[in-house]
């Protein structure tokens, strides 16, 4: 099974740059790690997506070692909005079809002001 | 602008009650989910689907049941109610592919009483 594993929480301050940092010893080869996001009374949302080395969108960065064993997913200058709960994601292969797509508890980051 | 739909945002029944749960995704989508969130618990997988018609058991499929009789509809049936199945539950769709992203619904709260 490729479990992941995250903090439980995070805190930090508006204006500061946050890294949430995820362990996926089991990853398998052609497995992409994906991160999503979910705030209060919603379901979660796609962030960003990657497979090695690092890859920046709009609202994030993701950075993956070469081993594939963690990914840090980086938040420049967070505001109070990005208080949420954070995940990350390593699809487990069901049958060659689909993922069985198995989230963690996730990270709850806190930003105050 | 693309789209899951939860039949319900909020629903109450009583212990024993056979509840349905209705999920309708528009992207043409080959996979759907239904997850159960908790508090400290994260997002547990109770049954997925990859095609109409075929269903795979999650994490907790125990007192749950599925059925995907069309491509855009994936339901959840809890077959007696239980006070222990109160929860948020969250559908979400996906293509195929080891770079599936999910769609998630806003979720229905179930309350069992």
């Known amino acids: 099974l490729a479990k992941t594993t995250q903090p439980i929480s995070m805190d930090s301050y508006e204006g500061q740059e946050v890294n949430i940092t995820c362990s996926h010893n089991n990853i398998a080869t052609n497995d992409y790690i994906t991160w999503y996001q979910q705030f209060p009374s919603q379901g979660p949302r796609f962030i960003i997506q990657?497979?090695?080395t690092k890859v920046t969108n709009e609202v994030a960065s993701l950075f993956i070692p070469a081993d594939r064993k963690s990914s840090t997913l980086s938040l420049p200058r967070v505001s109070l909005s990005d208080t949420a709960v954070y995940y990350c994601?390593?699809?487990?292969?069901?049958?060659?079809?689909?993922?069985?797509?198995?989230f963690g508890t996730g990270t709850l980051l806190a930003v105050q002001p | 602008d693309v789209k899951v739909t939860q039949s319900s945002r909020y629903l109450v029944k009583r212990t024993g009650e056979k509840v349905f749960l209705e999920c309708v995704q528009d992207m043409d989508h080959e996979n759907m989910f239904w997850y159960r969130q908790d508090p400290g618990l994260g997002l547990r997988l109770i049954y997925f689907?990859?095609?109409?018609?075929?269903?795979e058991k999650g994490d907790i499929p125990e007192g749950y049941s599925v059925s995907r009789e069309k491509k855009e509809r994936f339901s959840l049936i809890l077959e007696s109610a239980s006070t222990n199945q109160t929860s948020m539950y969250l559908c979400?769709?996906?293509?195929?592919?080891?770079?599936?992203?999910?769609?998630f619904g806003s979720g229905t709260q179930l309350s069992v009483l």
């Open positions: 979400a769709s996906g293509t195929t592919g080891v770079k599936e992203k999910l769609l």
């Open positions: 994601l390593v699809g487990e292969r069901y049958g060659g079809a689909t993922n069985k797509l198995i």
């Open positions: 689907s990859y095609d109409v018609k075929m269903k």
């Open positions: 990657g497979y090695k």
